[in-house]
């Protein structure tokens, strides 16, 4: 019998699921909405029909399914696989996912933080393949961030390791929702960045975004890369402060695990070329000269799906250390 | 027949040796002058002998040596036991010094990152002992730093994880001897903590270090202690400002790799609780409000020994698990 897994993305507007084989092909993926208000039970429910669903339209059935991994925002207790609280899902205090879906599904099931499961896809089906040490950011309302040495994830001693965003790089600088002063995601996440344009204008800068602020009475960070394409001086500006920001982040991560390879993901990659040049020239400029790094800094591969071939590929790992130590 | 171990810590002035029971009991430990002037076979012509005497002192001869490890200053192709070079080594260019002891001692020997060496002595046997995910610093002429992850020191793509005096707190700070601006090294190692005294009283700053800067030409590390033990303001401000920079670096690796415990070593620790305290109460001050950290901050508990005893204990690590591979 072949192997098949199921990975899934735990969000709090959808769940996105994808079914895979040994070799992590993908046989067929589904997104759903989570409608997260209806409560825990009703979630699952709502996961343990789409796997069915899914491994039913690639021609399996649930027996056939050797184990499923899920990717699910913090704070939760991984290893023990409980929920503790999220801000996406809100009505989720304390669940035990991991049991739940592993009744439900008659199949081991493992726990992962969103940002290490979408990590973890780069590191071995995208950017990030074969690196051995990689480092994953993920920009988005805030900045995620995953780290791969010597070939595993590193979780830390709570779990919490790789909040990557909440890297201090200006001391007394602007004030990041988790408290702190100065977080690289102060400046460089997708909110920040926009955030960081409505000021300017607000303060008087000229800029073709006046046009849209006024409008929209908002600014988007996708607002703000369309009117640098267009050659706008403050969007340009502002896209230096995020790509200063986010160099100072590869060099501080460099000299901390020394990844082979820095992915960035996330909707603000949308930005393309403009963004990751102004961030490997930062990097440039302000890297050592002790010696030559040769890091790669580049952008994510995988798109959305990441975080579902990352779950099913620890899915996979996770299966196969049980078959190994049943076998000893 | 019980196992023996030899641990040795290769600097520029002096070369520590200790040999171990399999227990990591020390049998007993000497120093010697390394001389590196006389050039590396010389060196370790020296080390083969210390090892030796240091044996026979312990009741053992060289047929009883289990196996040897050496920490070094890099940068070192460590993996393949080979001294690339050394400022504090001048004539070790391309040594392949595991080869050259593992001949001499016809026992296995391991080589490691000086540094790294230190944080495994004070992992397994010091102030981070089963911590499991430790970071270590040594303040010196420069800041050393050493990672460990759920159990593993943290090596990187290229044997230069852990240069954590490199991470960029102040950008556009401090120029670094490194090239980079703002580099923690450049704030709070020994060096930079006189250097930025002497800077202060040559700008006209009142303090009874003044008059030491005036009879010696120069101010130590310890003297700015010294003073401001006498309740010197100047010593008080340079040593806030190491502080501080020290608690912005923790704040930063515990957010990367989340470690349990935070452990600094080297010549600067003799300032003692002082320090220490400061150190603690700018963590406290800065760090995130989102989840309260228990993770301590603390000092080295095994002194200079550290660095034989972490190099023992890694020899012994790889003796365990060639035998272990052996066996199957």
């Keep these: 019998m072949s192997e098949t897994y199921v990975g899934i993305d735990l969000g709090g507007t959808n769940i996105k699921l994808g079914c895979f084989d040994s ?99 780069e590191y071995v089906a995208g950017a990030g393949r074969d690196a051995g040490d990689m480092v994953f950011f993920t920009l988005g309302t805030g900045i995620g961030g995953g780290i791969v040495s010597d070939g595993k994830l590193v979780h830390g001693c709570g779990e919490n390791a790789g909040e990557l965003g909440h890297i201090i790089i200006y001391p007394d600088g602007r004030r990041c929702r988790c408290g702190q002063r100065g977080c690289a995601e102060a400046y460089a996440s997708a909110n920040s960045t926009a955030k960081r344009a409505v000021e300017a204008i607000e303060a008087g800068a000229h800029s073709s975004l006046k046009k849209v602020f006024e409008e929209n009475g908002a600014i988007t960070c996708k607002d703000v890369y369309e009117h640098l394409a267009k050659g706008d001086t403050l969007a340009g500006e502002i896209t230096d402060g995020s790509a200063r920001a986010l160099a100072l982040l590869c060099i501080n991560v460099l000299h901390t695990t020394e990844p ?59 299966k196969n250390k049980d078959d190994a130590q049943r076998k000893q």
């Design 23 to 121: 070799n992590l092909n993908l046989l067929g993926k589904t997104s759903v909405a989570t409608k997260a208000d209806l409560g825990p039970a009703a979630v699952v429910d709502k996961m343990l029909e789409s796997v069915k669903g899914l491994l039913a339209e690639a021609g399996h059935s649930l027996r056939d399914l050797s184990a499923a991994g899920v990717g699910t925002p913090g704070p939760a207790k991984y290893n023990e696989g409980i929920i503790i609280a999220s801000p996406n899902l809100p009505l989720f205090k304390n669940v035990p996912l991991k049991k739940m879906l592993s009744e439900g599904l008659a199949a081991p099931v493992i726990l992962e933080n969103d940002a290490n499961a979408a990590c973890w896809g």
């Design 260 to 318: 082979k390879t820095i992915v960035f993901a996330g909707g603000m990659i949308g930005a393309g070329d403009v963004l990751l040049n102004r961030i490997r020239d930062y990097f440039n400029e302000q890297i050592w000269t002790l010696k030559k790094e040769t890091v790669e800094i580049c952008f994510a591969a995988l798109g959305e799906d990441a975080g579902i071939i990352g779950a099913a590929a620890l899915a996979a790992q996770c």
